[in-house]
């Protein structure tokens, strides 16, 4: 795992036992859609930059928070605000 189930816990500020496995899983989620944006494992990053750790909380959060699809202020948000900022300089661009 990128960040542990504490440290996510920690910036959601959940002080209690009772999610840890729901988080793993949103935790497990987010690294992997960061893995198909930037088309590499975080795995492959040594050590894993600050900004994919930071990207994985947000978006972690973010599926924790909207367990179904949201909309704001009229408009669809498919992942949180400024994930994308984070994980775009560490996409790997593949030519045909």
Do not use: C
Not at 13 to 25: F, K, P, Q, T, Y
Not at 28 to 55: C, H, N, R
């Amino acid at each position: 795992m990128i960040i542990t189930v504490d440290d996510l816990k920690a910036h959601l500020r959940i002080e209690n036992d009772l999610e840890d496995g729901v988080l793993s899983a949103k935790i497990d989620a987010a690294s992997s859609y960061i893995e198909q944006y930037i088309g590499k494992e975080l795995s492959s990053f040594d050590p894993v930059p600050a900004a994919i750790k930071e990207a994985v909380r947000l978006l972690a959060g973010h599926y924790y928070a909207h367990r179904e699809a949201t909309l704001t202020d009229g408009r669809a948000n498919p992942i949180a605000y400024g994930v994308v900022d984070l994980i775009e300089p560490f996409r790997v661009w593949k030519f045909a």
